[in-house]
């Protein structure tokens, strides 16, 4: 009777594990290990960096899109000027009867106040982390405005930029 080749370096009447089979595979395991942890040693800062790049641009894009909803659709007299520390100003006066509404600039934080009648209030239009560096309004046309914002969060920064068409209103320089 012809014994099957299965394992070369076990006798036949031993039982269990080679210490050579033992080792290896808790070498196969440690190397396994050690791919696995350089592995998340490479993920962890750039998930970091794309979780401050998304909220950034979430924060950029919310002012952005509250200017481009009051100024696009509901202003019908929009005036860009200056306030009183020399800061660009947007002025608008709305559709909706005695409501104005206007977007500053202060401390590096976007800032909307509305005013109905007599009464108005300030609302904050920013995440406590994320400062605007610059933010430009620009006539483009009667009724078109661009505007640009430069973003810091830590250390990441963007520029975003949008033209905004005044369905309702015109736009005039404050003298």
């Not at 014994?3 to 396994?32: A, D, M, N, R, Y």
């Not at 934080?109 to 300030?122: A, D, E, L, N």
Request: proline share 2%.
């Amino acid at each position: 009777m012809v014994k099957p080749f299965l394992h070369w370096w076990k006798s036949s009447k031993t039982q269990g594990f080679v210490l050579l089979e033992l080792v290896l595979s808790l070498l196969i395991t440690v190397l396994l290990a050690i791919m696995l942890l350089k592995g998340l040693q490479l993920l962890l800062p750039s998930w970091t960096k794309i979780t401050q790049q998304t909220s950034i641009y979430n924060t950029g894009h919310y002012i952005l899109n509250i200017l481009e909803k009051n100024v696009g659709y509901d202003a019908v007299s929009i005036t860009i000027g200056k306030d009183n520390k020399g800061m660009q100003k947007l002025f608008c006066q709305t559709t909706n009867g005695n409501q104005n509404f206007s977007f500053t600039c202060e401390n590096k934080r976007i800032h909307k106040t509305i005013t109905k009648g007599s009464s108005s209030g300030t609302n904050p239009l920013y995440t406590s982390s994320c400062l605007v560096e610059k933010w430009t309004l620009q006539k483009i046309s009667n009724n078109k405005l661009l505007v640009e914002l430069d973003l810091k969060q830590d250390r990441e920064s963007c520029k975003l930029t949008r033209l905004i068409t005044c369905m309702n209103g015109s736009i005039v320089y404050e003298s």
